[in-house]
């Protein structure tokens, strides 16, 4: 189910950041949207940190997007309101960690990201349905991520 969007995500920089810096407000497929610009900072900043810094920085922004996604959908209320994609945010960034460089990764990665947030194979989807709160909002994205990243891992590694 699809809510309107609210217009404090362009007032309050809580809601911005959560709803992926209005990525979130499109109107169709938000989540995708949501992936499609964290690719902007991925590409200009995240992957030159070195493999701890990206380590670190996964966890920081996965931590702030609890809060953030917590705080936003209780102002809303609505538990994981569609716009709200900083999760996918993280989740793409987990799935680039340890990625080679180039355009090919970062689409194969965006493909592999959507197709395991969209799908939830088990134990995401449990995860989706049985855990609330801002918590709940990024851990089936996280968990997408690391299933992701361990595919995109396999493909570097034993195919390209």
Not at 35 to 44: D, G, Q, V
Not at 110 to 115: A, C, I, N, P, Y
Request: charged share 10%; aromatic share 18%.
């Amino acid at each position: 189910m699809t809510h309107p969007v609210p217009a404090s995500i362009w007032r309050n920089p809580i809601h911005f950041l959560a709803f992926g810096l209005g990525s979130g407000a499109a109107p169709k497929a938000p989540g995708t949207f949501g992936t499609l610009a964290a690719i902007i900072p991925f590409f200009f900043i995240w992957q030159y940190l070195s493999d701890i810094q990206y380590f670190f920085m996964l966890v920081a922004a996965s931590l702030l997007g609890i809060f953030l996604c917590h705080k936003t959908a209780k102002d809303l209320g609505v538990h994981d309101h569609s716009g709200i994609v900083w999760d996918e945010f993280v989740g793409f960034w987990i799935t680039m960690w340890l990625a080679p460089t180039g355009w090919l990764y970062i689409a194969v990665g965006f493909v592999l990201f959507r197709l395991f947030d969209i799908l939830k194979p088990w134990p995401i989807s449990w995860f989706d349905k049985n855990v609330h709160g801002g918590f709940g909002i990024m851990i089936d994205d996280i968990l997408a991520g690391v299933a992701a990243f361990a595919v995109m891992q396999l493909l570097a590694h034993f195919v390209w």
